[in-house]
């Protein structure tokens, strides 16, 4: 079965972290850019982070800059978000898609035409 899987979310209070995981299965994640993208209640899914297949140039969205971070490891076919100093504003389903098309990261438009969504993980940050 071709699907990402996404690992990791939880609850945490204000300034903790967290560190997500997006893993492929049955297809390789070599040639795709993979996204990462939020949905808080009520809200309109947004994108957080993106990273080419070749791991260059990451972008992100500019609430999350600073505090966020993406990496990918080929070898283990997975994508990692590492999320510091996290905010009760962070409260979101969080999922990862996969695209073949790089240029999604300069955008991290989250009404594209991805190849592939992950099922979500809850991230609650909260006292």
């Known amino acids: 079965q071709l699907q990402l899987v996404e690992s990791g979310g939880g609850l945490v209070q204000p300034g903790g972290s967290l560190r997500l995981s997006c893993a492929a299965s049955g297809f390789t994640l070599d040639y795709y850019a993979i996204g990462w993208f939020r949905q808080a209640p009520g809200k309109e899914r947004e994108g957080v982070s993106c990273?080419?297949?070749?791991?260059?140039?990451?972008s992100y969205a500019d609430s999350v800059k600073g505090r966020f971070t993406i990496s990918r490891d080929n070898t283990d076919n997975t994508v990692y978000l590492q999320m510091n100093g996290l905010k009760p504003e962070d409260t979101a389903v969080y999922y990862c898609?996969?695209?073949?098309?790089?240029?999604?990261?300069?955008?991290?438009?989250?009404?594209?035409?991805?190849?592939?969504w992950g099922q979500g993980t809850q991230v609650t940050v909260s006292s």
């Open positions: 898609a996969a695209l073949r098309d790089q240029a999604m990261c300069v955008t991290i438009d989250p009404f594209l035409s991805y190849d592939y």
């Open positions: 990273i080419s297949s070749s791991g260059g140039a990451p």
